[in-house]
């Protein structure tokens, strides 16, 4: 019976924190993914709104004015971030960056089942994928009589037909002691999973799946290739030696490039959580662009500004000690919620029936694979309840006070945490339902070391990766302990 009791499932839903890794399809009008800057400057097509309640609280804070226009679109033009320069130079060695990556590029929607386009690729391009996945295979016909056949346009499909130069028998001789060389070598070689031509073609990046723990420990691969190696391990694989030997992985990794892909169970494009893998000094955490969901939310944090190539710490790059700072300080974040204007209104609800809060998670790396969740939320918002609102007045009733849709909460969050540049904040704008799981009305998400401090708007992104016209009214303030 008590698992039948709304109320009880009602809270076990809303701390639940998978409830909050949802994402909808992403389709090629998202601005969300692995950085902003990839994306043209025309991409924002929503004016955003500031409530009268927001120009009223701003007034009392003493930042502006209620009449001063000009001031007021000043602010909306603050950027809520600003990444350091530095991270963004170029002149680095490849494994000493973050990449923004994707997994099964080709893929639409669900990893078994969904379809694959050539599209994909275009949007995740756009969105700022920087290392993309293709799948390179044998004929569109089984070898034999109907092969010799040119291909019908309809055969080809999204296929990408490559032209290959093919020499003729007499050509310069010149030519013919390389090519009979690479014969011979071929036909000594066992049979290849990968086409060799291909495989010549991994001059800088080498993918080994690796077979025992000679990467980490001795820093090279037994029966791998001699330099340029890239170590491909499943988000499991990895999770099952950080726990013991993250330093060990991440000095490994100040040299060499490393791919965590999601492991094999996450058919429905769910994403792995990429701190922890990102902690360790993971260039590449393929992702799942398919939805935008809590993996991909981080990832646009991470990347946001950025061409999709982060330098990544100094303690994880050549030369750093691939660990943490020891007794690193703690600080605090106070994250002073003013409120929202226009909150998306679901398909099918009424204004009324909104109540909505908002709930924001902070996460940081923890020892090994773990990840620290820490979450807070304000007050459900709702416009007939009585309030009072010292740049209002008391005030309580239909029409005297914000719509459901420009809520006013007033409220300050607060979360002690130890200083690591890998720290981000989730914030989501949610409904408090009476009888269901909360729906997510609007989301986003920031790396603290890029916040910039004091009043902000914060544009709400939907669960596409949409730019949505809401928009968040916060004050963030990071102080030492």
């Known amino acids: 019976m008590a698992r039948l009791n709304p109320f009880k499932a009602k809270s076990r839903r ?65 950027p809520v971030i600003s990444p350091p320069a530095h991270l963004f130079d170029r002149s680095h060695p490849l494994p000493e960056y973050f990449i923004s990556s994707s997994h099964n590029t080709y893929l639409m929607a669900h990893q078994l089942f969904g379809t694959s386009s050539a599209g994909a690729y275009e949007t995740t391009l756009r969105a700022g994928a920087r290392c993309i996945e293709i799948d390179a295979c044998a004929p569109v016909r089984k070898k034999g009589h109907e092969e010799q056949k040119a291909v019908r346009l309809d055969e ?12 003729l028998p007499d050509e310069v001789e010149t030519q013919a002691a390389p090519r009979d060389a690479y014969k011979a070598k071929k036909k000594a070689a066992p049979p290849p999973i990968i086409v060799p031509e291909l495989a010549e073609l991994g001059v800088y990046a080498q993918s080994v799946k690796p077979r025992d723990a000679s990467w980490y420990v001795e820093g090279k691969i037994k029966d791998g290739p001699l330099e340029h190696h890239l170590i491909n391990i499943s988000e499991s694989g990895l999770a099952s030696h950080t726990a013991e030997h993250a330093a060990e ?72 000690s ?12 106070r994250l002073q919620v003013a ?32 990840l620290i969740k820490a979450k807070r939320k304000t007050a459900a918002y709702h416009q007939r309840k009585v309030v009072t609102l010292p740049f209002l007045g008391s005030v309580g009733g239909k029409g005297e ?69 809401c928009s968040l009214l916060v004050k963030f303030d990071i102080q030492n302990r």
């Open 14 to 78: 809303d701390d639940d924190d998978d409830d909050e890794d949802q994402g909808l399809e992403i389709d090629g009008n998202t601005v969300a993914g692995g950085g902003h800057s990839a994306l043209p400057t025309d991409i924002t097509q929503h004016h955003l709104r500031v409530s009268r309640a927001l120009k009223s609280f701003l007034a009392h804070q003493g930042v502006l004015s209620e009449d001063d226009a000009q001031g007021l679109q000043a602010l909306l033009d603050k």
């Open 156 to 167: 080809l499909g999204s296929k990408i037909a490559v032209i290959v130069e093919y020499h």
């Open 249 to 320: 992985i991440a000095r490994h990794n100040t040299h060499h490039l490393m791919r965590v892909f999601p492991k094999g169970t996450r058919i429905s494009s769910r994403n792995l959580s990429p701190i922890p893998f990102w902690a360790v000094g993971a260039q590449i955490c393929a992702l799942n662009w398919q939805t935008f969901g809590a993996g991909m939310q981080l990832n646009d944090a991470l990347f946001a500004g950025s061409a999709g190539y982060v330098l990544k710490p100094a303690s994880l790059r050549s030369g750093g």
């Open 322 to 333: 691939g660990t943490p700072i020891l007794d690193a300080p703690r600080k605090i974040l």
């Open 339 to 370: 409120g929202a204007s226009d909150v998306p209104l679901p398909k099918g609800r009424e204004v009324k029936d909104l109540k909505p809060y908002l709930t924001c998670t902070l996460l940081q790396p923890g020892g090994g694979a773990e």
């Open 401 to 469: 006070n914000p719509a459901e849709t420009d809520p006013v909460w007033d409220e300050t969050l607060e979360w002690e945490f130890e200083d690591n540049e890998l720290v981000f904040l989730r914030m989501f704008i949610k409904s408090d339902d009476s009888f269901s799981s909360n729906p997510i009305l609007a989301v986003a998400a920031v790396r603290l070391l890029y916040v910039e401090p004091g009043w902000r708007f914060v544009r709400m992104l939907d669960l596409k990766g949409h730019e949505t016209s």
